[in-house]
């Protein structure tokens, strides 16, 4: 069941909105915080196992980089029970020193309702590269 507008999909744009305003805790605190949650990046080395792991490297990053802008573009939820799964074209957009990005990117994610909330257990975050750039003949 697709449900585009309710509290899951608020829930998913209030994190991303936590991340726009550098707030580092109320972003966390969306997460399932034991081991056997995840968080993949963007970067090859951002695949952290365990709350601690997410808190220690999301910290880090927020601290590197500052808040980034994650603007939803096509986010479907689906639920089943007490767990829901969603997926989101966003566009990304962050500073570094002298450089900047605004583009376009995936978010998927894995929820869980936790004592009467919803908290992410897993989430992955990746630009779409093209087929024909991996494998250019």
């Known amino acids: ?3 585009p507008k309710d509290e899951l999909a608020l829930l998913i ?4 909105y936590a991340a726009s305003e550098g707030k580092i805790d109320a972003f966390l605190d969306y997460f399932v915080k034991n081991e056997s949650t995840s968080y993949i990046g963007t970067d090859p080395n951002e695949i952290w196992y365990g709350y601690e792991q997410i808190k220690e490297n999301v910290e880090e990053n927020f601290k590197t980089y500052g808040k980034w802008t994650i603007m939803s573009k096509n986010l479907h939820v689906h639920r089943n029970g ?4 969603f997926t989101d074209e966003v566009e990304l957009a962050a500073r570094f ?3 900047s990005i605004a583009d376009d990117a995936r978010m998927s994610g894995v929820l869980v309702l936790e004592n009467d909330k919803w908290k ?5 975050f990746s630009f779409g590269i093209p087929n024909r750039e991996l494998l250019p003949g």
Do not use: K, L, P
């Open 120 to 124: 992410i257990s897993q989430v992955h």
């Open 13 to 16: 744009r209030e994190w991303y």
């Open 97 to 99: 020193g002298g450089s």
């Open 82 to 85: 007490d767990t829901a799964y």
């Open 1 to 3: 069941m697709v449900v």
